[in-house]
């Protein structure tokens, strides 16, 4: 399509999802093997204290199917709240 995807640590922690159970299933036999598809959100950080966010099916045909909400302070908000939940939950 000739626009860049933005590189988002959601499509490597959904795709390293998928790879993990595609392994464990090889190893078991058990269960479908999965594909990432390329949904996901990401917040996009606009600078001042505001953010934003994308979300829908970034690998959608012929054309990303994606929604941006406006940037605010709501956003930016939410965005720290996940950081340090993601960060809180994982290490």
């Not at 600078?47 to 941006?68: K, T, W």
């Amino acid at each position: 399509m000739g626009r860049p995807l933005p590189k988002a640590g959601v499509f490597a922690h959904g795709q390293a999802e998928v790879v993990a159970h595609n392994i464990a299933r090889e190893w078991t036999g058990r269960g479908e093997p999965k594909r990432f598809e390329g949904e996901g959100m990401c917040f996009i950080e606009t600078g001042g204290g505001r953010a934003g966010m994308g979300s829908g099916n970034f690998y959608a045909e012929p054309l990303p199917d994606v929604r941006l909400r406006q940037p605010g302070l709501l956003w930016h908000g939410a965005k720290v709240l996940y950081e340090k939940y993601w960060l809180w939950s994982r290490f």
